[in-house]
Each structure stands twice: as C-alpha cells, then as structure tokens.
C-alpha cells in the first residue's frame, strides 16, 4: 500500500517565521503535489514537482516555495508565515505508470497549521 | 482559470435515503476523478471517468460523466451512516493538474 508520510499533524507557528513541512512517500512515485484544504474552497494546488528537483507552479504559489532534492522528499516552505496561512496542508503523490489517463493521488494525513 | 464547481455544499440525509452530488465545469474536461474523505482524514481515490457519457458503478455508489464531458455526478443510493464525509470531484483539463471541486459534505441521521 502506498505510504505518504507528512512529518506533522499539528504546527503551531508564529508570524514572520519561516516553516517547513515534509513529505515523504515509499512508493518510487514520480509526481508529488502540495495542496493547502480550506472550508467551502476544497483543495487548492499550491506546487508540484515531476522529478527531483523540478518544480511547477500551481493555482496559489504565492508565499511559499518548495524543494525536492531527493524522488522521495518534497518540502514546502513557508518563507515568512502569515495568519492567512494558516491551514490544513495536504501532500500527495502518484505515479506515472497504470493503467489510469492520470493516475490517482495518494494523499497524507495532512499537517494542521496555525499561525499566530 | 479553469474552475470545477460542485454542488451542494452541505447535504443532511436520513439513513437510506438517496444522495446526489454535481460537479459542473465552464470548460471539456479530459477526465474527471472523485475522492471521498473521511471526518478528520485525507482523500481517497474512488473512480476515475474517461469517455464522453460514461457510467460506472461501485455497490451502491453510481459515477456519470457528461456527454459534454463538463459535468459529472456521483449518485449514493440507500446511504448507510459509513457514507458519511466529503465527497471531491477533481478534474483534469489537459495539462497535468488536477482541479478539485469545492466538496459536498454528507452527513447522516440514523
């Protein structure tokens, strides 16, 4: 079974600083997607990476940037945390090969952050 | 940009009641996937829908895709208190993003 592992469940963290999360998967998974999960506004794409260190941006990259050095790892980093950046974040993965047009997600538990 | 709009947002049904959700989109989707996530879980891939008026079936579970291929819709019959949490449409446009809808959240009355 596919294991996306986030580092975190709860952050707390203050304004102005800098915060990582990260995201790891054991399935060899080429794609790697990081979502931020509001009420009433589902899930919003924030960047994903098809390769290491290859990065594209999604519908809200604003204020965050990410990193993917290693096929397993890809981090999101907040470079100077804001209140309206608290959220629930959510990584996933999926690969490129089956049998799918476009394969599923594989989503982690997600990381809830809150930011004073 | 290219919006994938789901209704409603909310749905409160009594158990064994029937439930509908509706994604719409303003643009041809290529395909179209749907998710369900559990309270206090993450997404869980359920179907996956290619083809113009296409129609699958888990159990109780019925997916449609839009001759169109605009819209879909995910139809619960008989729902049972384990049907509870937010169902996900996402959509695929021809590039590699996935657009998710905003989410129905179902909850039950036994």
């Known amino acids: 079974d596919v294991k996306v592992t986030q580092s975190s469940r709860y952050l707390v963290k203050r304004t102005g600083e800098k915060v990582f999360l990260e995201c790891v998967q054991d399935?060899?998974?080429?794609?790697m997607f990081w979502y931020r999960q509001d009420p009433g506004l589902g899930l919003r794409l924030i960047y994903f990476?098809?390769?290491?260190?290859?990065?594209e941006k999604g519908d809200i990259p604003e204020g965050y940037s990410v990193s993917r050095e290693k096929k397993e790892r890809f981090s999101l980093i907040l470079e100077s945390a804001s209140t309206n950046q608290t959220s629930m974040y959510l990584c996933?993965?999926?690969?490129?090969?089956?049998?799918?047009?476009?394969?599923?997600?594989?989503f982690g538990d997600g990381t809830r952050l809150s930011i004073l | 940009g290219q919006q994938v709009m789901q209704i409603p947002q909310y749905q409160h049904v009594q158990e064994g009641e029937d439930f509908t959700t509706y994604c719409n989109s303003s643009?041809?989707?290529?395909?179209i996937q749907w998710y369900k996530q559990r309270p206090g879980g993450h997404p869980v891939f359920l179907i996956q829908?290619?083809?113009?008026?296409e129609v699958k079936k888990q159990k109780r579970l019925t997916f449609q895709f839009g001759e169109a291929k605009k819209n879909s819709s995910l139809h619960i019959t008989a729902t049972q208190t384990t049907d509870v949490g937010t169902y996900f449409c996402?959509?695929?446009?021809?590039?590699?993003?996935?657009?998710f809808g905003t989410g129905t959240r179902l909850t039950i009355i036994p």
């Open positions: 996933a993965s999926s690969t490129i090969l089956g049998s799918y047009s476009n394969q599923p997600q594989h």
């Open positions: 399935m060899d998974h080429e794609n």
């Open positions: 990476s098809y390769d290491v260190k290859m990065k």
């Open positions: 643009t041809t989707l290529s395909n």
């Open positions: 829908l290619v083809k113009s008026g």
């Open positions: 996402a959509g695929y446009f021809g590039n590699e993003k996935l657009t």
